[in-house]
């Protein structure tokens, strides 16, 4: 079976520093995937290379059979790969439903395209909302309606700015915002990082749903009881490499002892 996102031999550097070795990780269609690892492991950098961030060479990333590791950010976005940031990044002179509506699909005539263009001519901040706003081929099952349905406090406080909400409400913004793109799919880094254990409970409690609609997923967790939890597969990283992969119930404590500290 094809893999739907493949990283072959992926390398990524910060100038002079190598911040990966040769990572192989693949996430086929249908599954949740989680990548663990501790600070530094370079789990976020894999994320950001996958999504354009960080150039790559051609072949280093597979889409859906198509290389895109040498890809600008905002065309692999338009393919179907969608991020939730890491410390969720909302546009914080935006409200919740213009932070929405910034990740759907920059069309023309539509309402959406209308609301975005009104959006963008009074934005004054970096970074730049257009590239959100080039989304997917933005048909789909995502939208503002069903996203409310997904998490109802959102449609109660559409109008309040972004950065006004608890911090699990700005996770479920940041979440959203990649929904609205449609993405095949969505790569979500440490979105339990802050919050409580009940916030993370509601917020993993949507994860079933949107796989439902046909989205792949990639979690980055520091959390290892709640990737095992929810990944169909698990990888773990440390200094830039992949120590293990494997099933939940085909790794021991001690395998991701090892995999996570490395050998005592
Ligand atoms: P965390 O859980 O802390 O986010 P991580 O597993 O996501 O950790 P990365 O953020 O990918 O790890 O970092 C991998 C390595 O790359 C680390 O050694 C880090 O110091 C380094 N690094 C990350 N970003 C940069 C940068 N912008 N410039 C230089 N080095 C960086």
Redesign the pocket.
């Known amino acids: 079976m094809n893999a739907l996102l493949e990283t072959r031999r992926l390398t990524a550097n910060?100038?002079d520093?190598q911040?990966l070795f040769g990572v192989d990780i693949r996430l086929n269609r249908g599954e949740t995937v989680a990548i663990i690892?501790?600070?530094?492991?370079?789990?976020?950098?894999?994320m950001r290379s996958i999504t354009g961030v960080l150039k790559n060479q051609a072949d280093q990333v597979v889409h859906d059979g198509v290389e895109i590791g040498h890809l600008p950010a905002d065309t692999i976005m338009k393919r179907g790969i969608a991020m939730v940031p890491?410390g969720r990044k909302l546009f914080p002179s935006l409200s919740v439903e213009e932070n929405l509506v910034i990740g759907g699909q920059h069309k023309g005539g539509s309402d959406l395209g209308d609301r975005i263009d009104s959006i963008i001519s009074r934005f004054t901040g970096a970074p730049d909302p257009m590239e959100l706003a080039q989304g997917h081929d933005g048909r789909g099952y995502w939208s503002l309606d069903t996203i409310y349905e997904l998490f109802p406090i959102l449609r109660e406080r559409r109008d309040n700015p972004g950065t006004a909400l608890s911090g699990g409400q700005q996770q479920m913004v940041a979440i959203g915002r990649a929904l609205m793109s449609n993405p095949d799919v969505i790569l979500c880094d440490?979105i339990s990082l802050g919050l409580a254990p009940i916030v993370i409970r509601d917020i993993y409690a949507a994860l079933p749903k949107i796989k439902e609609t046909g989205a792949s997923v990639i979690v980055?967790e520091?959390d290892i009881g709640q990737a095992m939890a929810v990944a169909d597969r698990v990888y773990c990283?440390m200094e830039?490499r992949v120590t293990l992969e494997g099933r939940p119930s085909e790794i021991s404590r001690d395998d991701i002892h090892a995999a996570y500290f490395g050998a005592a």
């Not at 690892?37 to 894999?46: I, P, S, V």
């Open positions: 910060y100038g520093f911040a690892g501790a600070n530094g492991a370079g789990k976020t950098t894999l890491e440490e980055v520091q990283m830039g």
